[in-house]
């Protein structure tokens, strides 16, 4: 038996290795690409972190994926850009930061802007080198020289730019509007920064008296879930098609407190199914009403300030919180005698995604971006197929809510982002709208200028990204190499927020798509599916995972627990699973790298003149090289990642290096360059997903074999011709098939690990040559103490237990151990599933849509499974009969 390398430590332990392999990547600049005219680059532009705090899984997951995409186009020689970056995360960083000011006993007003803005600066810093500090210890092998910010100098030209661009174009405005007003925050919001919840609140029903009653009406009831709102009703109205109301519409009702007369009217958008059929208008505080005041030419009254407290409008409830005003208005309402009924309703309220805080529809002046002109093409740049979604029911969705989009409000009432580029003249009112700061006024050329107090939407940047990054609005070298970008991949749930934005600006701002294919990843939940929360305690930090279980555990567990658009349970028993692949590997990389001094060679010969067991596992490698490379340009990552797991585990762990050191233990080497090269070739196929390993592996053992520095940069597999082997397969698999029976027998009859027990052994015709030459590996490997092979016409022994497999028959004469009644029956119900299973492939094959349409090879496949069915049911029939039924 050959001695192990003394260069491989007996035990892997990450944290001694992935420093250093990663320092050894960057001082090469490996992750650096050279602009190559003539050669098409990848590109991916990194969906950036905000600097609100460390990494979550969330982060890790699309680093795994994106590093996967990213090294391996590197290996297959493409110039890949993996561009990094960061971004400002306007409301989500003041929240944050206004937060830890409140445990000092401070706001931001006391502070002051310039102040503020210092601490936010300080804060990005701090967290800016966490970020990036993480991404490093999850091997994401960015081009570090490229890291972008979204405030950096280039960035924020390309947003002040863009904000000029679509202002001339009339795609800008600022108008006032209905808009979605956090308290907390003390900000407009768009629509996607809302999140419905649904909640069981109340129904009121409320008497507002007629101005003029009648002998049988006197008042028209009203349903409303906001009875605080009700001191800005400016209507009360009814659908057109309600005969119950028709007589009252162009009358007036008194509204309730405030004694204020208001119109009674018909509008479409009354739902006449809803509480009375009767409803309150308040366009200052309510969407659907405000379209209705729109319609109908009324007022429009807000009656709440900022802080969600009543303002002068409210008459005597001025100064009250909204929802002691409600409070206080239901008691005024029961002591009138306008209260009718108060009933449990569920409905959706809208609250801060950031705070939580439940969100205020105020009328407000605010900026808005014209959707509408922007989403034609990009609803285009998808149907057409320019762009692609991948999972593919996501389009469908993406196309819904673009065909259906609002105008985006973009204004936000904070400090910390990219502050609107528009300057109001002290002097003439007019406003300036320029991409630097101006001197003048454009129109009076007064100098007395104040720039707009707000900031833009966090999304605004962030819809720049994949071409801000590369340089634009300059034509730079980047920018005409890497743009448009190959792949943005990133969270399913950031579709509207993100993607489609993206979409809409890249083409506005260059003319071409930003990227041309769009991979979205799921949610990362616990073990039980549960969203991870740090309320519920669920939350696993992937810093913390990295210490338990290394780097590449967690990315090889996070890569093939995945698939596009689905969410992913994450469990301790799967990490441990990673690691325990991880240390597979790296035991078999000792027992492999034994034979390095005495002959270290991975040249192997001609595959026809090697040994069976040779040629099998150089086959199997041939078609796993061809599979993974196909799964990864399908982008099935997850899939690929499982196949050379259970090809290293299974195949050539499991079963090819225990035949191999029967040869080895016997005196010869010929194995020695074929472990070597399927081991080498498995460390290529695998280096995407668990880098920090594989290349440790790889430069300890292969180093010295190739031209290249570092198997980062080595190419990525590819197939060889005549190493495809099916006849090996086929006689390999007979061998497997027969071991792994016979173990499972062992296992089910609980006999001892270390018990050797003897086996009879009927070949199928033509299978005996490979069964002769395959004895003592099946001895050895199904610890056998003998293996008669009998002739296939010989009778059976009756108390045996049975194995009928594909490439015969064996019997393990366990007297002591068979059941005879239990045998019968194990047997009858496998004649019970071989007999389903062939009627399902007889059926499939007298389908003459199946036979003329599927491929040749399939229809073939299909044809000697169902033959292969039928001989084994036969023969179980067969042994049913001699053991009597």
Not at 466 to 487: A, C, I, K, N
Not at 548 to 570: E, V
């Amino acid at each position: 038996m050959r001695q192990t390398s003394p260069k491989m430590a007996k035990a892997y332990d990450p944290k001694q290795v992935e420093e250093r392999i990663y320092q050894l990547w960057m001082e090469r600049g490996f992750f650096t690409p050279r602009i190559e005219p003539g050669h098409s680059p990848f590109t991916i532009i990194m969906p950036p972190p905000n600097v609100t705090g460390e990494l979550h899984l969330g982060h890790a997951l699309t680093a795994t994926i994106e590093d996967i995409m990213t090294r391996w186009h590197r290996m297959k020689g493409e110039p890949t850009l993996w561009l990094p970056g960061r971004d400002h995360a306007s409301i989500a960083a003041q929240v944050v930061l206004e937060q830890q000011l409140a445990q000092e006993g401070l706001n931001r007003h006391q502070l002051g802007r310039g102040k503020f803005l210092e601490r936010m600066w300080q804060w990005m810093d701090t967290y800016s080198r966490i970020i990036i500090e993480q991404h490093k210890r999850l091997g994401a092998s960015c081009d570090w020289t490229r890291e972008r910010f979204t405030m950096d100098d280039g960035p924020s030209r390309a947003v002040r730019t863009t904000f000029l661009r679509l202002y001339r174009k009339g795609l800008i405005y600022r108008g006032e509007r209905i808009i979605n007003w956090c308290p907390r925050c003390a900000t407009a919001l768009s629509d996607l920064e809302v999140e419905h919840q649904e909640v069981l609140g109340h129904l009121y029903y409320i008497h507002y008296p007629l101005e003029e009653p009648a002998a049988d009406r006197k008042s028209i009831v009203v349903a409303t879930t906001r009875p605080e709102t009700l001191l800005g009703d400016t209507a009360v109205a009814i659908h057109p098609g309600d005969e119950r109301y028709a007589p009252l519409v162009g009358k007036r009702a008194i509204l309730p407190v405030l004694k204020r007369s208001i119109p009674i009217i018909a509008d479409g958008a009354v739902e006449p199914g809803f509480g009375t059929g009767a409803v309150k208008v308040t366009p200052a505080h309510d969407p659907v009403d405000f379209e209705i005041g729109q319609r109908q030419q009324l007022p429009s009254i807000t009656v709440m300030n900022l802080d969600a407290t009543m303002n002068q409008e409210a008459g005597p409830y001025e100064g009250w919180d909204r929802f002691a005003c409600r409070e206080a208005i239901l008691e005024d309402l029961k002591g009138e005698g306008l209260l009718e009924k108060v009933e449990p309703h569920h409905h959706a309220v809208g609250h801060c995604v950031r705070c939580r805080t439940p969100v205020e529809p105020m009328v407000s002046k605010q900026w808005f971006v014209s959707t509408t002109p922007l989403a034609g093409p990009a609803i285009e740049a998808v149907t057409q197929g320019r762009i692609r979604i991948i999972p593919e029911h996501f389009v469908k969705i993406y196309l819904n809510w673009m065909e259906n989009i609002r105008d985006w409000c973009i204004s936000r009432q904070l400090w910390w982002g990219h502050r609107i580029p528009v300057w109001y003249c002290q002097d003439c009112g007019q406003m300036t709208v320029a991409v630097d700061e101006p001197g003048e006024c454009q129109h009076c050329r007064s100098p007395h200028l104040d720039q707009d107090p707000d900031v833009l939407d966090t999304w605004f940047s962030s819809a720049l990204w994949p071409h801000s990054t590369l340089g634009w609005p300059q034509e730079t070298e980047d920018f005409r190499y890497f743009y448009p970008t190959s792949v943005m991949e990133t969270g399913y749930d950031i579709i509207f927020f993100w993607v489609a934005r993206m979409i809409m600006m890249g083409l506005e701002n260059t003319g071409q798509v930003p990227f041309r294919t769009v991979y979205l990843h799921g949610l990362i939940r616990d073990e039980r599916g549960d969203k991870m929360s740090k309320s519920k305690g669920n939350v696993l930090n992937p810093v913390t995972a990295i210490e338990s279980y290394g780097t590449d555990a967690l990315r090889f567990t996070l890569a093939t627990g995945s698939s596009p658009g689905n969410d992913m349970k994450l469990s301790s028993q799967r990490l441990e699973a990673g690691r325990n692949f991880a240390n597979k590997l790296w035991n078999a990389a000792r027992f492999v790298a034994g034979g390095v001094d005495t002959q270290p060679s991975l040249e192997v010969e001609t595959p026809s003149s090697l040994p069976v067991e040779d040629r099998w596992i150089l086959s199997r490698l041939q078609g796993l090289v061809a599979r993974v490379d196909s799964l990864l340009e399908d982008l099935q990552f997850g899939e690929a990642g499982r196949q050379v797991h259970d090809f290293l585990w299974g195949e050539f762990c499991d079963w090819y290096i225990e035949m191999a050191k029967l040869r080895l233990e016997a005196g010869g080497t010929t194995p020695v360059p074929v472990l070597r090269r399927v081991l080498e070739t498995c460390l290529r196929l695998l280096h995407p997903y668990m880098p920090f390993i594989t290349e440790e592996i790889w430069q300890l053992v292969f180093r010295s074999q190739f031209p290249y520095p570092a198997l980062v940069v080595a190419p990525f597999p590819a197939t060889q011709e005549g190493w495809s082997d099916p006849q090996a397969e086929e006689e390999l698999e007979i061998v497997i098939d027969t071991v792994r029976a016979i173990r499972n027998a062992r296992a089910e009859h609980r006999v001892p690990a270390a018990k050797r027990v003897t086996a009879l052994l009927f070949p199928a015709p033509g299978t005996e040559a490979a069964f002769r030459h395959h004895l003592p590996v099946i001895i050895h490997l199904a610890r056998l103490d003998t293996l008669a092979m009998e002739a296939l016409s010989k009778e059976r022994p009756k108390a045996a237990l049975a194995l009928v497999l594909k490439g015969g028959e064996v019997y393990l004469p366990w007297q002591e151990l068979v059941d005879l009644d239990a045998e019968r029956r194990r047997l009858k119900a496998e004649t019970e599933g071989l007999e389903k299973e062939l009627a399902h492939l007889e059926q499939r094959l007298a389908d003459i849509n199946f036979t003329s349409r599927a491929p040749a090879h399939v229809v073939d496949r299909e044809r000697q499974q169902r033959d292969e069915c039928r001989d084994k049911l036969a023969r179980i029939k067969s042994r049913l009969s001699q053991l009597g039924r």
